[in-house]
């Protein structure tokens, strides 16, 4: 691990510049020799949580541990541009494999461009972004969504889920982008892209419903499928039912469980709908999760105030609260890849009959 001063500003009321420090440097305390960076200390680790800690680590002023983090997906990256879904250490945990979790890669590699203007390192790993996206890709169905997941036999799942298909949706926006600095054209994926960004904007119909989950409420925002008046709209309609006042956002909202990162996206998702005043309050309820280490506890559960999981820290959890601080500090380069400042407008491609068009 390297030494180094953390190149994040603080966000007053939130968190000073030494505490984001801290938190950078807890995350790359965490970072295994080959690069892989797990859930803690013992834990398993996932591409797609492996790459926003890498995201993290980049604008924190670790680049070098970023770019260990992208060598080591380069490493373990499977044959058909897929990965597992949990590794530990060497081991594979689990041999799902994901979609949304494949694609991710896009979209750290192109923050870390935007951020370090290292397109050598991106133009490294351009093969392994190509052929992830490559593989997502194979399962686009005939409606534009994507499906979520092949199981350990291999077989497709036979639905799409609102949330993953959201994160593609910005992950293949990023790979376009990557394309177009590396000099190379990938006109299909931006055409899926446009089916696929329609899909979520107008179909929410078309996924698996999941509607107490707060990453379907405010994910086809985040990802920049839906947007202005229509975005606000539905972030205000899900707004008591999945945010408790001044204590954060709820995973589930069936529960009264807040969970940081869920709140730390959410505040990404206010920044890129232009509600900064909201997201800037809404990131200082993360603080009732901060330790005195930099990490954050995964989840508090209320009235009792306890941790579930039980004394639980997440490197995934501290990522997404560095990313909104970066968000709304503009500390970075790379600060505005989720207001969607660095990618180009969307395409919205409606399916042959679709009744609501453009």
Same mark, same amino acid.
């Given at each position: 691990? =390297?030494?180094?001063?953390?190149?994040? =500003?603080?966000?007053?009321?939130?968190? &000073? %510049?030494?505490?984001?420090?801290? #938190?950078?440097?807890?995350?790359? &305390?965490?970072?295994?020799? %080959?690069?892989?960076?797990?859930?803690? !200390?013992? $834990?398993? /680790?996932?591409?797609?949580?492996? *790459?926003?800690?890498?995201?993290?680590? #980049?604008?924190? $002023?670790?680049?070098?541990?970023?770019?260990?983090?992208?060598?080591?997906?380069?490493?373990?990256?499977? $044959?058909?541009?897929?990965?597992?879904?949990?590794?530990?250490?060497?081991?594979?945990?689990?041999?799902?494999?994901?979609?949304?979790?494949?694609?991710?890669?896009?979209? $750290?590699? +192109?923050? +870390?461009?935007?951020? !370090?203007?290292?397109?050598?390192?991106?133009?490294?790993?351009?093969?392994?972004?190509?052929?992830?996206?490559?593989? *997502?890709?194979?399962?686009?169905?005939?409606?534009?969504?994507?499906?979520? =997941?092949?199981?350990?036999?291999?077989?497709? @799942? %036979? +639905?799409?889920?609102?949330?993953?298909?959201?994160?593609?949706?910005?992950?293949?926006? /990023?790979?376009?982008?990557?394309?177009?600095r590396l000099d190379r054209a990938k006109p299909e994926w931006e055409l899926a892209a446009g089916r696929l960004g329609h899909a979520v904007a107008r179909h929410?119909?078309?996924?698996?419903?999941?509607? @107490?989950?707060?990453?379907?409420?405010?994910?086809?925002?985040? /990802?920049?499928?839906?947007?202005?008046?229509?975005?606000?709209?539905?972030?205000?309609?899900?707004? @008591?039912?999945?945010?408790?006042?001044?204590?954060?956002?709820?995973?589930? &909202?069936?529960?009264?469980?807040?969970?940081?990162?869920?709140?730390?996206?959410? *505040?990404? #998702?206010?920044?890129?709908?232009?509600?900064?005043?909201?997201?800037?309050?809404?990131?200082? /309820?993360?603080?009732?999760?901060?330790?005195?280490?930099?990490?954050?506890?995964?989840?508090?559960?209320?009235?009792?105030? !306890?941790?579930?999981?039980?004394?639980? !820290?997440? &490197?995934y959890t501290a990522a997404a609260v560095l990313l909104a601080a970066d968000a709304l500090s503009s500390s970075s380069k790379a600060a505005g890849i989720f207001?969607?400042?660095?990618?180009?407008?969307?395409?919205?491609?409606?399916?042959?009959?679709?009744p609501l068009g453009r």
């Amino acid at each position: 691990m =390297s030494s180094t001063t953390s190149e994040l =500003s603080g966000v007053p009321g939130v968190a &000073s %510049s030494e505490e984001l420090a801290d #938190t950078a440097n807890y995350l790359a &305390s965490l970072q295994l020799p %080959s690069g892989q960076i797990p859930w803690f !200390t013992g $834990g398993h /680790c996932d591409p797609w949580n492996h *790459v926003e800690v890498a995201m993290a680590l #980049t604008i924190s $002023g670790y680049a070098r541990e970023a770019r260990a983090a992208y060598r080591w997906l380069g490493d373990t990256q499977l $044959g058909d541009g897929s990965w597992f879904n949990y590794y530990v250490g060497d081991r594979v945990k689990d041999t799902r494999l994901d979609t949304n979790v494949c694609a991710y890669i896009a979209t $750290g590699l +192109y923050h +870390y461009v935007l951020a !370090t203007e290292d397109v050598d390192f991106a133009a490294e790993l351009w093969p392994t972004v190509e052929r992830a996206l490559e593989f *997502v890709l194979r399962w686009q169905l005939d409606d534009g969504t994507i499906r979520w =997941s092949l199981d350990a036999q291999g077989r497709p @799942e %036979s +639905y799409a889920l609102l949330t993953g298909s959201s994160s593609i949706f910005h992950s293949l926006r /990023c790979g376009v982008a990557l394309a177009e600095r590396l000099d190379r054209a990938k006109p299909e994926w931006e055409l899926a892209a446009g089916r696929l960004g329609h899909a979520v904007a107008r179909h929410p119909g078309a996924f698996a419903p999941k509607n @107490e989950f707060a990453m379907d409420w405010y994910y086809p925002m985040f /990802c920049g499928a839906l947007r202005g008046d229509a975005g606000v709209k539905r972030l205000d309609d899900g707004w @008591e039912r999945h945010v408790m006042d001044e204590l954060g956002v709820r995973c589930v &909202s069936t529960n009264d469980w807040v969970t940081a990162a869920e709140t730390a996206e959410c *505040v990404l #998702t206010l920044d890129a709908l232009g509600l900064t005043s909201r997201a800037l309050d809404l990131l200082g /309820c993360t603080r009732l999760h901060r330790r005195d280490d930099g990490a954050y506890w995964t989840g508090v559960v209320y009235p009792t105030r !306890t941790t579930f999981p039980d004394r639980e !820290t997440t &490197s995934y959890t501290a990522a997404a609260v560095l990313l909104a601080a970066d968000a709304l500090s503009s500390s970075s380069k790379a600060a505005g890849i989720f207001r969607h400042d660095e990618l180009a407008t969307p395409v919205d491609l409606a399916e042959p009959g679709c009744p609501l068009g453009r």
